[in-house]
C-alpha cells in the first residue's frame, strides 16, 4: 500500500461508517489535524515566545548593527536559549501540502486508488477491478469501491455540490473525469462553486491574520505577513481548477486552524508591552493612582521615652516680609 492508498483506506473506512462521501472527507481532514495537533501547538507556542523576546531582538540588533555575524550569533543564542524556531510558523502551512496532494489525487480519481484500472471506450470511461490481494483487495470490495462504480452521481453529489467535478468544468460545460456527467454550465450552476471558493480564500487569509495581531512585531509575523497576502489569491487560482472535494478539504482545515488558535491564544495570552519594552503591570483591584506630589503614607515609630516623633513645625508660607517703605516711615519719626 502506498502513500495515496492511505487517503483511500481512510476515505473508504468513514464512508463506510456515515454513508455520505462529503461527510468523509470532512472526517478525515478532521482525523488529520488532530495527527497534526501537536505540531501546530509547538509552533503556535514558538510564535508566542518570538513576540515576547521581541524587546531582547531589538537590543540585539541595536547593539551589533554594524557586526551582522555577531548579531546572528547573538540572535541564534537568544532563539536557542528560548527554544523557539524562528521559521516555525511556516512549517504547519508546509505540512498540509502532502496531505493536499495526497487528496487532490484520490478525490480526483478514488478508484485508481482502490484497486481498480480506467478504460475509455468510445469516449466512455469504465473501471475495470484490478489482479489485486490483501488489504488492496479490502478496499476493492469496500462499500465506497461498489457505489462508485454503480451509484456515482448520487456518491459525489454533496449538498448543491458535485464532489467529482471542477469549477472550471462548470462554466466550459466539460464532463467530469471521473464519470461521464455534466458538471453544470452558466452563472447560476457556478454560484455555489464560487461561494465555496471564496470562502476558502476569506478563513485562509484569516486563520494567518489572526496569528499575526498576535506577533505583529516578530519576524515571523513580517515573513507570513508576504505569504498572508499572496496564499488566499494563490490557492483560489488553484482552486478553480481542483476538484471541489479538495476545496471542502480546504475549508474544513482552516475552520479547524481558526478555532485551534482562539483556543490557544486565549488559554496562554501574551503580556501587554509597555513602552519599555516590558509587560505592563495590572492595577490593583479597587486602588486609585496615587496623586501627583504625595507618597507613600508610613506610621510615626515611637521614641525610647514612649512619646511619638512630632513633626518639625515650619514657618508659614503665607507670611509676607515688610513693605521697604514702612522702614522710611520709622526713620522720619
Not at 541564534?76 to 511556516?90: A, I, Q, R, S, T
Request: hydrophobic share 40%.
Amino acid at each position: 500500500m502506498g502513500f495515496f492508498e492511505i487517503f483511500s483506506a481512510g476515505l473508504a473506512g468513514l464512508y463506510g461508517v456515515v454513508s455520505s462521501y462529503g461527510l468523509a472527507i470532512i472526517l478525515l481532514t478532521l482525523v488529520t489535524r488532530v495527527i497534526l495537533l501537536p505540531l501546530s501547538i509547538k509552533q503556535t507556542r514558538s510564535m508566542r515566545e518570538m513576540a515576547v523576546i521581541q524587546p531582547e531582538i531589538k537590543k540585539i540588533q541595536a547593539k551589533y548593527k554594524g557586526n551582522r555575524q555577531k548579531m546572528n550569533e547573538e540572535m541564534m543564542g537568544l532563539y536557542k536559549e528560548h527554544g523557539v524556531n524562528p521559521f516555525g510558523g511556516c512549517l504547519p502551512l508546509l505540512m498540509q501540502f502532502p496531505i493536499l496532494i495526497g487528496l487532490f489525487y484520490v478525490i480526483r480519481t478514488p478508484l485508481a486508488y482502490l484497486g481498480y484500472r480506467k478504460e475509455e471506450v468510445s469516449g466512455i470511461v469504465e473501471w475495470i477491478p484490478r489482479n489485486v490481494g490483501g488489504f488492496m483487495e479490502t478496499l476493492q470490495g469496500s462499500s465506497l469501491a461498489s457505489e462508485l462504480t454503480d451509484h456515482a452521481l448520487r456518491v459525489n453529489q454533496f449538498l448543491s455540490l458535485r464532489l467529482d467535478c471542477y469549477p472550471s468544468q462548470v462554466l466550459s460545460s466539460q464532463p467530469s473525469n471521473a464519470v461521464n456527467v455534466d458538471c453544470g454550465s452558466g452563472i447560476a450552476s457556478f454560484i455555489p462553486y464560487a461561494a465555496l471558493i471564496l470562502f476558502m480564500g476569506f478563513t485562509t487569509y484569516y486563520q494567518q491574520k489572526q496569528m499575526q495581531a498576535r506577533n505583529a512585531d516578530s519576524p515571523q509575523a513580517q515573513q507570513m505577513q508576504m505569504i498572508g497576502r499572496i496564499m488566499p489569491l494563490m490557492l483560489m487560482v488553484f482552486a478553480y481548477n481542483f476538484p471541489t472535494g479538495v476545496v471542502l478539504y480546504w475549508v474544513t482545515t482552516n475552520l479547524w486552524t481558526i478555532v485551534q488558535q482562539r483556543i490557544i491564544l486565549a488559554a496562554a495570552p501574551l503580556p501587554t508591552p509597555g513602552a519599555n519594552g516590558k509587560a505592563k503591570a495590572k492595577p490593583a483591584a479597587g486602588g486609585g493612582a496615587l496623586k501627583a506630589g504625595s507618597g507613600p503614607q508610613t506610621k510615626s515609630k515611637p521614641a525610647p521615652d514612649g512619646s511619638r516623633d512630632k513633626p518639625k513645625q515650619q514657618a508659614p508660607t503665607g507670611a509676607s516680609k515688610p513693605h521697604p517703605s514702612s522702614k522710611k516711615k520709622k526713620k522720619r519719626r
